[in-house]
């Protein structure tokens, strides 16, 4: 089935506008593919020091260019629950190779940091830039020059947006993703937002809140609510870089380490020694991207891939835009509901049809491209299944259901949660913003208030505690962009901001950091550009300004007469507190070349 005309011309338009960039890029591309098997031009020394460690049959087998080596990039540590699982995975992914006729190597492992332990952490301002560290990280590890095909260990929030920059990079390479999983369901995420909030009105202490934490982070694997660790997962399967299915299987099971192996030998197949020969950077097109795109949109997922889509799209020679993706936002229309959009996790999600019934209702109504390359083959009707294990320990797929297990989590086209899509770009005298409005109930798309302004997540903790956050406001958090801070996620607000809201205060956020797939109940209007160190005019507003933030026709102004708010000089900020300490110095050059939010916030396409 064709796509919608509709997604069809935004998708013609990316195409137009990224032809200056694409075509270069696959002209590289496909120069470094023809240059075969690339440990062929490697000098008997450099040879020699790439297999020095493998076994003698490998050091035969990688002496030729006749036997495909597969390169491992891998985020295992053993802290982060998503990435502790990897452990076990060259083992079997080296096992799988050798069944396959072929060698596998770990290439190089990447930083993986987990935006749960530093939340309101200064380690925070690092997040967003180990994207690009990763990217970069990756590349070191694949410079070696000895690898046919790569497979990709990794999950949670900045690790897989690099990752997937680094496969692009490296895109006359075949990419496989392998995903670990989520953890299975403990106690509610509801349950734990209650919990959270009752800590910071005093009623519960400290140890109520560690129990109530400790139990929903229980074990390995991702976190179970649609932040973007989880919708990394979605956007992989949907844009063709996971094998069918296997997004959302739980770690430690007979299924998920059937799935690795089947990815490991996959990956060994598609390189140019064999038939089917599906370099990443071909495979991945203007097509591509939008699938992701409306995925994201059909499941209400993180508004941190309004940043990471566009520089993963990049790293391809994809121009892709605010616009586009507001554009299919207004056309998509929501098929999931998964905490903080609704009470159920990624595990109900999965079963309640998952990714398969996800893709099948899609393609049904003509929201998603059918004719793209994926690692599996030609065409995304492949991935419209449910993955089994077969009698013999392999992978087997049978058919997507034709109705969800659970109409409350997973909706069909007919009859979807909303109409459009879960997150909305926002533009008006102020700039341009994101805000997820999947988990905002309608009555508050619309907030119009005065502005109390601060200029840290700190500030407007210590006004909740001292009893100052009185009557409607806007809390207007700026200099947190990535010029200012690194752009950290500023998720000590929600908890704050909902217990106000509960009260039947009308509050929103209207920030230059961010909120990422956690955006919860409050209106967030996020990403905010230009940011506040860049002179931007959220740097203008004053306290006691009146804020319209408006979700349903896509704006947010501030309302006073233009000329004299025009005339406003910006204020600036000390932010010398935001330079040392946690590896901050470090990272002071990134925050000086970032680019804005609506660029990608990237150091490397600034």
């Not at 049959?57 to 002496?63: N, R």
């Not at 013999?392 to 259901?401: L, S, Y």
């Not at 967030?524 to 550009?529: F, L, Q, R």
């Amino acid at each position: 089935m064709s796509a919608d005309s509709r997604i069809e011309a935004i998708t013609a338009r990316i195409v137009e506008r990224s032809k200056p960039h694409r075509e270069p890029y696959l002209d590289r591309l496909r120069a470094a593919a023809s240059q075969g098997v690339h440990r062929s031009v490697l000098s008997c020394g450099n040879l020699a020091h790439g297999f020095a460690a493998c076994s003698p049959g490998e050091k035969t087998a990688l002496a030729g260019d006749h036997v495909p080596n597969l390169g491992i990039i891998t985020s295992y540590n053993d802290m982060l629950s998503a990435h502790q699982p990897f452990e076990t995975y060259p083992a079997l992914i080296r096992q799988a190779a050798r069944e396959a006729g072929g060698v596998a190597q770990v290439a190089g492992g990447v930083p993986a940091m987990c935006d749960g332990v530093t939340q309101g952490q200064p380690g925070m301002e690092l997040s967003l830039f180990s994207r690009d560290l990763i990217a970069m990280a990756a590349g070191v590890g694949l410079s070696h020059n000895m690898f046919d095909a790569v497979v990709y260990l990794g999950v949670c929030d900045k690790i897989v947006p690099g990752l997937t920059i680094a496969a692009l990079t490296f895109g006359h390479l075949p990419a496989v993703f392998v995903p670990a999983g989520p953890m299975t369901s403990g106690l509610p995420n509801d349950e734990k937002a209650r919990v959270r909030q009752l800590f910071a009105e005093g009623k519960v202490g400290r140890d109520e809140l560690l129990e109530a934490e400790s139990k929903s982070y229980h074990g390995p694997g991702t976190c179970t609510f649609y932040g973007t660790a989880n919708s990394n997962q979605m956007l992989m399967e949907i844009m063709g870089f996971h094998l069918p299915g296997a997004s959302f299987v739980n770690p430690g099971t007979p299924l998920r380490d059937a799935l690795t192996k089947e990815a490991a030998k996959r990956a060994l197949a598609i390189t140019a020694q064999g038939n089917e020969f599906t370099p990443a950077g071909e495979m991945i097109d203007e097509r591509s991207i939008v699938n992701g795109v409306v995925g994201l949109h059909a499941t209400g997922g993180s508004t941190n891939h309004t940043m990471h889509l566009i520089a993963m799209a990049r790293a391809a020679g994809i121009i892709l835009t605010w616009k586009d993706i507001s554009d299919l936002s207004d056309i998509v229309p929501l098929l999931a509901r998964v905490y903080p959009n609704g009470l159920a996790d990624v595990n109900h999600f999965h079963a309640a049809g998952g990714m398969g019934f996800l893709i099948k209702e899609l393609l049904k109504a003509g929201y998603l491209h059918d004719d793209v390359r994926t690692v599996y083959g030609q065409g995304l009707h492949a991935y419209t299944i449910e993955p089994r294990l077969s009698d013999g320990g392999t992978v087997r797929r049978e058919p997507a259901p034709v109705v969800s297990h659970d109409p409350k989590v997973l909706a069909s086209v007919e009859h979807p949660f909303q109409h459009t899509g879960g997150l909305k770009m926002l533009s008006g005298n102020l700039g341009s913003a994101v805000i997820k409005i999947s988990a905002v109930k309608p009555e508050r798309h619309v907030i119009e208030a005065p502005a109390k302004v601060f200029h840290d997540q700190a500030e407007l903790n210590a006004a909740f505690k001292a009893g100052q956050l009185e009557g409607d406001f806007v809390a207007v958090v700026r200099f947190q962009g990535p010029k200012a801070n690194g752009m950290p996620e500023l998720h000590k607000l929600t908890t704050v901001l909902g217990i106000l809201q509960d009260r039947g205060q009308q509050v929103a956020l209207l920030t230059d950091g961010r909120m990422s797939g956690a955006s919860g109940k409050v209106p967030a209007a996020i990403h905010v550009t230009p940011e506040a160190a860049d002179g931007g005019p959220i740097a203008r507003i004053r306290e006691g300004d009146i804020i319209r933030v408006d979700a349903i026709n896509g704006t947010f102004d501030v309302l006073v007469d233009a000329a004299e708010f025009a005339a406003r000089t910006p204020v600036s900020a000390d932010l010398a507190g935001n330079e040392f300490g946690m590896g901050r110095e470090l990272f002071a050059a990134f925050r000086a070349i970032a680019g804005p939010a609506d660029h990608g916030a990237s150091v490397l396409f600034a």
